[in-house]
């Protein structure tokens, strides 16, 4: 055999690899790959005639021969993987069970529930008791909207475009430009215009999104639970009490809390609430990160310029709001260290003990 | 920000007198958050002042010098690294075992000193230089102390007054509170807080016409002028040329105060405008004039960079600069960006003869968006990206002048130039004692409320109830009553304020009919043992490639960090069948199930979109809501495990438990191609586009009959072998998927409970032999048909319950159903011949319905 008769018959045998691609039958297909490619097919059959031809002509002939093996083994994986696709996809495609019977036919069994009594989500337990808290301290719950506009999220809140407070929250953007949540107040607005007349009192809970990368202490997507109460003659002091009662019905007990200014445009004057660690009673601990206090939310009374935004005139009625981040008032309460614990999914987390 | 408690109870006189958890503890409960609070002395603490009584070389080293030290106390003998102390000098002295505060040869000992030869002679101790204090980067001497009060053996601390505190605040915190970038801005604060003498520098009070006279020395020799572009970014723009300047090193009071708040001494023009700004919060720049001033006359103009412009500025960068970007620029070029950096062609360097001194004030705005676009974040863009002061720029660059005169023997060489084109006043907020006490505290005083705001630099004019507050214009956060309202509360003490529960009455909030849908799904699927999940709405897009669904009409997150975030979920079941790849090591058998929402960017509120007919959005909240996206809420379960039966009929089984406790009847599963095609195209796109997840043959649509319409609830299947070779996954799994809003809003979620009869019932086994093909769903329709018949026509429905028993074939042509039918009347016994009857009518039902006929035993 010289070089030229090998081309041929690789272009014979490709015909006749052709001829195959119709065929439906898997064992047909699998008797004519090891004829080409198994240890005494053809295809080793054409390496042994290799060191008949001359030197000259030897490499480039392997390498004619190796591209060969290559495409024909590549050609009948993918046949194969196909005919199976195919063969499994006819068979699922079968109409064989009676899709509106309690059971399949002749079946000895009978389909069960599991036996295990299941558990909520740990955050939704929590959130459950708190909203139940304030339903019946009389505030009316809303869930708030997840994918929102700048317009909710920061300017009607007083953060226009290019304010350095909009530094405070690292937003996500799809392309039509609209926002993940960054937080909760974007609802603000919404239940004022909704509900019209104070008193107003009502909870907001939703998902909300930063752009931040996942790690013990961070996500990119927290609940937070949002609370408004607009009234006449409200003033901090009443704030101040809502948010101990709160904070009090939740961990069951009684806290020591303090106060430290902070600045959100939305609210005059802003604070952040903190409480004495409940793990530790103060003395410092890991949960605490040592300091004895756990920031649990953030709050203020309203901004004038919100109410005028909702519709309510600032100077017959004030009101307060404040936001809390749900997971990390889980984490502490429940002693879990790790936000991923919490967020990752794993059914063994749940089991409660 | 940072500031050394030292300082700022320079001019909060009294300070330095509280102890040091209640100055941290009222700052934090009345300022902002205190991120942290370094005590200085414990890092200096053992450190002591030595003198040299004697000073020789060492017989065996050139580099080195043999001291002799006194102590006060005793006396010790060290070999130091440098000879540059004469016997007399004072010296800063690591006695043995004490931690240098920084150690300048990390690789060499762990900075504890000890006791050891060096080079044969043993030294008990180091001699320190300014670098290894921490107080500049000069490791080439010993730093020389110097001083009245300076005796052998006293605390090193003490002489160099590093027994202080370091307290900082995050940026962040301060956001709005430009005069607290400040010195002078923090002491003012502490003193209203802790009620404390306010004794701010003397330059603070001068008058511009008394800084004019004073810098006006009458041999003015260079000319400088200033033009301002754009009168919104720049707001004022002061400058002055000085001449004569000696770059030095600066005095060591000045390098330990810029050291104390992290920034590096570098000479004594440099040194001199970060004091300025750590100390008032005014960022000054020094340009050197002769490099870019021509025959003596500089004209300096603020505007915005031309395209095609850029910088070589001092972080040793070329920044590329375009028409958002404010400079400072000469006749030809930017020679600094403004506010942030200046530009290295016009540094000042030690030849430096005579400089600019700018002094100026921008609008935050123009200074944020340039920091962000160009990424240089430096101490005078952080000062400026808050609201600054624009009436302070004379005094701060008088202070400038007045220490240069000292420190660098500089002599002012041009006019003070000043461009001020909209001057700011202060200006009024008017309130009362009353809307104060309602707002905060009804029990504090009128005497506390003008006490604090006075502290603050608040004029106060009280006519009766009435207030007119003059807010001075370093405060521009106060703007409103509000504003007012909370200064008092900080300062009065937020722990001090009356709390008390709002005293409007409280009505019952009664739970929503959706609130009650999803309690009673949550209650029926946990106590079934399915858990309950809750995905992220963000969904990597390689979940939907190997869910078979196509990523078409999701929505993207263009600024995603991580691929895990790209795509907002348009279905819940491909999470859920991830979390069935991740959990199936640890479980043989998982059921879980997830309430939640979801998103298509096809789907927005639209007046006009009805699309679905059939479809019931969630609520909006009114007009403004048009053109957002409409964010449906699905519930969705899965069973997964391994199974010779078909998994199918698992799911299935919860599906009917739901269905039947929401009290929905008429539902119907039907496989995709028994519908026409007329009403597959009102099918939902989201549950076609959701069979391609399943098993061909064995998905269902699920349909509910209402007032005669066919309602698309959802989809119940077999995933099919593909999805789950994609997952890796081992398990059989059975998923179905429903639109939450379509079920509560025909749901009956309420129980209803009806009293049993007091007629016994009768238990009737029947066993009908149908056509394969005929689907179980008919003949049972076909049986209670009879009730609605009877019903029609009279009488009183018997059927009060059909159980299956069995299907069973042995035949390619047919099948075997048994039923188990009560009858029951709620009126009387039934006699044989009333159950005959029925019999028969139940028989001929199936038999006209289904074909079916009655197996004989």
């Not at chain 2, 505060?101 to 690789?107: L, R």
């Amino acid at each position: 055999m010289d070089y030229n008769s090998i081309l041929d018959t690789i272009s014979k045998y490709k015909e006749e690899i052709f001829k195959l691609k119709d065929v439906k039958d898997l064992d047909l297909l699998n008797t004519e790959k090891s004829k080409f490619l198994g240890k005494h097919g053809v295809v080793n059959d054409l390496f042994k005639i290799l060191k008949e031809l001359p030197a000259d002509k030897r490499k480039q002939a392997g390498k004619q021969i190796n591209d060969f093996k290559n495409w024909c083994a590549s050609w009948f994986d993918e046949k194969i993987q196909e005919l199976k696709d195919e063969i499994i996809y006819s068979k699922e495609s079968k109409r064989d069970i009676d899709l509106n019977a309690p059971w399949h036919i002749n079946s000895k069994s009978r389909p069960e529930y599991f036996t295990e009594v299941a558990n909520l989500h740990p955050l939704t337990l929590e959130l459950e008791d708190i909203l139940n808290i304030f339903r019946t301290m009389g505030f009316k719950v809303f869930e708030g909207r997840a994918l929102d506009t700048d317009k909710y999220i920061f300017e009607l809140l007083r953060l226009p475009k290019g304010h350095p407070a909009r530094e405070l929250w690292d937003t996500f953007y799809t392309e039509e430009g609209f926002i993940p949540t960054t937080h909760t107040s974007n609802m603000q607005v919404r239940v004022m215009r909704l509900l019209k007349k104070p008193p107003i009192r009502a909870v907001i809970y939703s998902k909300c999104f930063r752009n931040e990368a996942i790690d013990a202490v961070h996500s990119h997507t927290m609940y937070q639970v949002e609370g408004l109460y607009i009234d006449k003659d409200i003033n901090v002091g009443n704030m101040l009490a809502t948010i101990k009662t709160y904070l009090e019905g939740f961990f069951r007990r009684k806290i020591v809390s303090k106060v430290q200014p902070a600045h959100f445009p939305f609210v005059e004057p802003g604070i952040e609430y903190m409480i004495q660690c409940i793990f530790c009673e103060g003395k410092g601990c890991k949960s605490c990160k040592y300091t004895g206090w756990l920031e649990v939310l953030g709050a203020g009374m309203i901004h004038p310029g919100v109410l005028r935004n909702g519709g309510i005139d600032p100077t017959k009625y004030k009101g307060f709001a404040w936001g809390l981040g749900l997971d990390r008032m889980v984490m502490n309460k429940q002693g879990i260290d790790d936000i991923r614990s919490l967020q990752g999914m794993d059914l063994r987390l749940f089991k409660s003990k | 920000m940072k500031f050394s408690l030292n300082w700022v109870a320079e001019y909060a006189k009294g300070l330095k007198n509280l102890k040091i958890e209640e100055i941290t503890a009222g700052l934090w409960g009345a300022l902002a958050e205190i991120e942290s609070v370094e005590d200085l002395y414990s890092r200096y603490k053992d450190l002591k002042v030595a003198q040299v009584k004697a000073k020789k070389k060492h017989p065996n080293s050139d580099k080195l010098y043999i001291a002799q030290l006194d102590l006060g106390d005793k006396e010790v003998t060290v070999v130091a690294g440098a000879g540059n102390f004469e016997v007399g000098d004072f010296v800063p002295y690591t006695p043995v075992g004490v931690k240098v505060p920084v150690n300048a040869y990390p690789d060499k000992f762990d900075g504890v000193v000890r006791a050891m030869k060096l080079a044969g002679v043993v030294s008990n101790g180091m001699l320190n230089s300014e670098y290894e204090l921490g107080i500049s980067s000069d490791h080439s001497k010993i730093m020389i102390l110097k001083g009245d009060n300076l005796k052998p053996g006293m605390s090193l601390a003490e002489a160099l007054g590093l027994d202080d505190y370091i307290f900082e605040i995050e940026n962040k915190s301060l956001t709005n509170r430009g005069d607290c970038f400040s010195i002078v801005g923090i002491a003012r604060d502490a003193s209203a807080i802790f009620n404390l003498e306010f004794t701010p520098p003397k330059f603070f009070d001068y008058s511009l016409d008394y800084i004019k006279n004073n810098l006006d020395n009458g041999s003015k020799k260079v000319k400088l002028n200033v033009n301002i572009h754009d009168k919104q970014a720049c707001t004022r723009y002061s400058a002055i040329v000085l001449d004569n300047i000696k770059i030095k090193e600066s005095p060591l009071w000045l390098k330990i105060k810029l050291s104390k708040h992290g920034i590096k001494p570098i000479n004594n023009v440099v040194d001199i405008t970060n004091y300025i700004l750590l100390e008032f919060g005014q960022p000054l720049h020094a340009f050197d004039f002769d490099k870019i001033a021509k025959n003596d006359s500089l004209s300096i103009n603020v505007r915005f960079a031309k395209n095609g412009e850029s910088i070589d500025a001092l972080d040793n960068k070329n920044h590329k600069l375009d028409s958002s970007i404010l400079v400072i620029a000469d006749d030809s070029k930017p020679i600094a960006i403004a506010g942030i950096i200046g530009g290295s062609d016009s540094a000042i360097d030690v030849n430096t003869k005579r400089v600019v001194i700018e002094s100026a004030n921008f609008n935050l705005y123009t200074i944020r968006k340039a920091t962000m676009k160009l990424g240089i974040f430096t101490d005078a863009s952080a000062v400026f990206s808050r609201k600054q002061d624009p009436n302070k720029t004379v005094q701060a660059l008088f202070r400038a002048v007045e220490l240069l005169k000292e420190y660098a023997d500089a002599v002012v060489s041009s006019n003070l130039v000043d461009e001020y084109p909209n001057v700011l006043e202060p200006w009024y907020i008017k309130t009362s004692f009353t809307d104060i006490k309602n707002f905060v505290d009804k029990n504090i005083k009128n005497d506390v409320i003008v006490k604090i705001l006075t502290k603050l630099g608040i004029s106060v004019d009280a006519n009766g109830d009435e207030l007119t507050l003059l807010i001075p214009t370093y405060r521009p956060d106060l703007t409103i009553p509000e504003d007012i309202f909370e200064e008092i509360a900080r300062i009065y003490g937020y722990q001090n304020i009356l709390q008390e529960l709002p005293k409007r009455g409280v009505y019952p909030v009664p739970y929503t009919k959706d609130e009650r849908t999803i309690n009673l799904i949550r209650n029926y699927f946990t106590s079934t043992g399915l858990y309950e999940i809750i995905n992220f709405n963000f969904v990597n897009g390689d979940v939907y490639n190997k869910a078979n669904v196509d990523s078409d009409d999701m929505y993207k997150i263009i600024n995603a960090i991580s691929p895990d975030v790209e795509y907002v979920r348009k279905l819940l079941l491909p999470s859920l069948i991830k979390n069935v790849e991740v959990n199936q090591k640890n479980f043989e058998k998982i059921g879980i199930f997830e309430i939640g929402k979801v998103f298509r960017q096809s789907m927005k509120y639209n007046d006009s979109n009805d699309e679905y007919p059939l479809y019931i959005p969630p609520k909006r909240f009114g007009k403004d809501e048009d053109g957002l996206p409409v964010e449906d809420k699905h519930i969705a379960g899965v069973v997964a495990f391994k199974t010779d039966d078909p998994i199918y009929y698992t799911a299935k089984l919860y599906l009917d438990g739901l269905f039947r406790r929401m009290h929905l009847k008429d539902l119907k599963y039907n496989h995709i191609s028994e519908f026409s095609d007329k009403a597959k195209k009102q099918i939902p796109r989201w549950i076609i586009e959701s069979l391609n997840m399943f098993k061909a043959g064995r998905v269902a649509i699920i349909t509910l009959n209402y007032e005669d319409k066919n309602i698309y609830l959802g989809v119940l299947g077999e995933i099919s072998q593909k999805v789950l070779s994609a997952f890796d996954i081992d398990l059989d799994i059975a998923a179905f998927e429903l639109q939450f809003h379509l079920l509560s809003e025909l749901a009956d979620v309420d129980y209803r409970f009806v009293a049993p009869s007091k007629y016994p019932a009768v238990i009737q086994d029947l066993c009908f032999v149908v056509d394969k093909d005929v689907s179980y769903a008919a003949v049972k329709d076909a049986i209670f048909e009879v009730n609605k018949k009877m019903s029609s026509k009279g009488y009183e429905p018997l059927i009060r319950d059909v159980m299956c028993l069995d299907i069973y074939s042995d035949s390619k042509e047919n099948k075997q159903i048994t039923f188990r039918v009560t009858l029951q009347s709620y009126q009387k016994t039934l006699k044989d011949k009333d159950i005959q009857v029925w019999r028969k009518k139940i028989i001929t039902s199936v038999s006209s319905k289904v074909g079916g006929v009655l197996k004989q035993a």
